[in-house]
C-alpha cells in the first residue's frame, strides 16, 4: 500500500514496485493531484486505486507486506492552504498507516522531510541534529506534523514491535512535479518556458540540495528492504547550490530571457540546505547518481511538452 501514491513521487514509487511485480494498492484523497499520475497505470492488473481519507482509517483484504506513508502536502502553497489537513494526515493519518502494518506484520515506511531540521543551525544536517523549527509559525504545520509522525512511529516501534522505517526526504525534482505548486524547481522551470521573470524570495543566497526523483525513489526502495532499519536516515543530494545558482542553471536549460525578480524573503524559510548521507551510504548503499545537468534537462523537456511549447532546448 502506498499511501499519496497519486502524487509526485508516490506514483514514481509505484511504477517501481509494480516493476518488481508486487500488487500496488494506491491510496489517496486526490486533495493535491488530480489522479493524472497514476491514470496510466489503471490497466495494470497488479494496481488498484483507492480515493479516500487516511484519517479516517485503513483496511485492506489479503496479505501486506510494506506501507509506504507518503500521504501529505508537501508544498508551501499547499500545506498554507490545508493547514488542518495537514497536521491530521501527519497524527491520525501515520496512526491508521500504522495500525494497518501492525495488523499484517508489514514493513511501515514514513516518507518524513528535511523540514524536521528547519532553518538548522548545524551544516550539513545529520540525522542526529534535533532540529531549529518555529513551533507557532506558518511553516510548522508541515514541520510538525512530520516530527510527530516519526515520534509516533518510534512509539509503535518500541511499544508494538512495528517494524519501522523512516527516511528524511531532501529537495527532489523531476517529471511529475506540479505547476504551481510553489516548490523552487516547478516555478522556476514554468516561469522560464513561459517567459515570465523567475521569482526569488529573498537575495537567492539560500542554499537548496536537489536530489533527482528516479535516485530517490532508488533510496527509498532500498529502506524499504532493509527490514529491521528503522533510521531516520537522510535521503538527498548533497550538492549543494544556491537559489541564485539554480535560476541560472534553469535559464540555461531552457534558452529562456526571463529576468530574475526578487521579492520578500518568507518567513522561516531555512537558509541553508544540505543532508549528511553518510548514514545512508552505510546502512543502505545508496549515492545519488543523476547530475543536476541531466535532471533538470529531463525536467524541462517533461514541462515543455506538458506546456506544449515543445523542447527548444540547449
Not at 138 to 146: A, H, I, L, W
Not at 147 to 158: Q, T
Not at 203 to 218: A, F, H, K, V
Amino acid at each position: 500500500m502506498v499511501t499519496g501514491g497519486a502524487g509526485f513521487l508516490g506514483s514514481h514509487l509505484c511504477e517501481a514496485l509494480l516493476a518488481r511485480e508486487y500488487e500496488v494498492v494506491c491510496v489517496d484523497n486526490l486533495s493535491t493531484s488530480d489522479g493524472s499520475n497514476v491514470s496510466h497505470l489503471l490497466e495494470d492488473s497488479g494496481f488498484s486505486f483507492v480515493r479516500t481519507d487516511i484519517t479516517e482509517g485503513l483496511t485492506i483484504d489479503g496479505p501486506v507486506d510494506v506501507v509506504a506513508h507518503l500521504a501529505s502536502p508537501a508544498s508551501p502553497v499547499d500545506y498554507f492552504r490545508l493547514p488542518l489537513q495537514t497536521l491530521d494526515v501527519g497524527s491520525r493519518g501515520s496512526e491508521a498507516c500504522l495500525r494497518l502494518a501492525a495488523d499484517h506484520g508489514a514493513r511501515y515506511l514514513l516518507a518524513s522531510t528535511s523540514e524536521v531540521y528547519g532553518d538548522p543551525l548545524v551544516h550539513p544536517q545529520p540525522e542526529t541534529y534535533w532540529g531549529n523549527v518555529n513551533s507557532i509559525g506558518p511553516r510548522s504545520v508541515y514541520d510538525e506534523s512530520k516530527r510527530f509522525a516519526e515520534a509516533l512511529s518510534m512509539a509503535w516501534a518500541r511499544e508494538r514491535g512495528v517494524d519501522v522505517g523512516i527516511v528524511r526526504i531532501f529537495n527532489t525534482y523531476g517529471p511529475r512535479l506540479r505547476e504551481g505548486d510553489g516548490r523552487v524547481v516547478s516555478n522556476f522551470i514554468v516561469q522560464a518556458l513561459t517567459g515570465r521573470p523567475l521569482t526569488i524570495y529573498g537575495d537567492g543566497r539560500q542554499t537548496r540540495s536537489l536530489c533527482y526523483q528516479s535516485d530517490m525513489i532508488t533510496g527509498i526502495m532500498a529502506m524499504l528492504d532493509a527490514r529491521g532499519v528503522t533510521g531516520p536516515v537522510n535521503l538527498g543530494n548533497p550538492a549543494e547550490l544556491t537559489v541564485l545558482e539554480l535560476a541560472r542553471r534553469i535559464l540555461d536549460a531552457t534558452g529562456s530571457s526571463s529576468e530574475v525578480l526578487h521579492l520578500e524573503a518568507l518567513k522561516d524559510d531555512p537558509t541553508r540546505r544540505k543532508p549528511d548521507i553518510a548514514r545512508a551510504k552505510e546502512l543502505l548503499g545508496w549515492t545519488p547518481k543523476v547530475t543536476l545537468a541531466d535532471g533538470l534537462l529531463n525536467t524541462v523537456s517533461w514541462f515543455a511538452d506538458r506546456l506544449d511549447l515543445g523542447t527548444s532546448l540547449k
